[in-house]
T-cell receptor, first 105, second 119 residues
């Protein structure tokens, strides 16, 4: 199966929180990343977490890492329509398939 | 800073022809460049890693004679899809890394991608 797995779609209402989940098999990555891909644009690094951390908060973004379960999540607080994009979870050179987040007004 | 461009953004070609895709780091020197391929609803797959002035390192299952990579300078890498066939139709993305720019040692800066359609 895939090294990094994430669900393909997520739909939320504007103002709600979004949580995008990711599981991975290879635990050797030093860092774990969340990338954002807007329509017609390349991937942009959104945030990252060092593998020995459990949580990282960066403004509206919260990353949680559960190394035991090999589970990574990205929480976006107060989701806005501009957050609509595809979000990729990644370890070193291994990417998930991307979760398409749709924010409804 | 840290902008990566790709050219062309879209290309349509006939089966059997070769297509060259350029990846440029515009405002920094990329010691390493990566080429990825993205299929719809599937993971971004690393195809190869290239270091300036040396031969590219291809991932398992990627044909190096079909996907020619040249990293001739610190700001330019090219991917040539030789004798393209419809199954090569995909979205190709490059990324570049500069140790000095990265917020942490592994950060990559991605290009906008090139959509290749082979008829």
């Amino acid at each position: 199966g895939e090294d990094v797995e994430q669900s393909l779609f997520l739909s939320v209402r504007e103002g709600d929180s979004s949580v995008i989940n990711c599981t991975y098999t290879d635990s050797s990555s030093t860092y774990l990343y969340w990338y954002k891909q807007e329509p017609g644009a390349g991937l942009q690094l959104l945030t990252y977490i060092f593998s020995n951390m459990d949580m990282k908060q960066d403004q509206r973004l919260t990353v949680l890492l559960n190394k035991k379960d090999k589970h990574l999540s990205l929480r976006i607080a107060d989701t806005q329509t501009g957050d609509s994009a595809i979000y990729f979870c990644a370890g070193d050179m291994r990417f998930g398939a991307g979760t398409r987040l749709t924010v409804k007004p | 800073g840290a902008v990566v461009s790709q050219h062309p953004s879209r290309v349509i070609c006939k089966s059997g022809t070769s297509v060259k895709i350029e990846c440029r780091s515009l405002d920094f020197q990329a010691t390493t460049m990566f080429w990825y391929r993205q299929f719809p609803k599937q993971s971004l797959m690393l195809m190869a890693t290239s270091n300036e002035g040396s031969k590219a390192t291809y991932e398992q299952g990627v044909e190096k004679d079909k996907f020619l990579i040249n990293h001739a300078s610190l700001t330019l890498s090219t991917l040539t899809v030789t004798s393209a066939h419809p199954e090569d139709s995909s979205f190709y993305i490059c990324s570049a890394r500069d140790q000095g720019l990265a917020r942490q040692g592994d950060e990559q800066f991605f290009g906008p991608g090139t959509r290749l359609t082979v008829l």
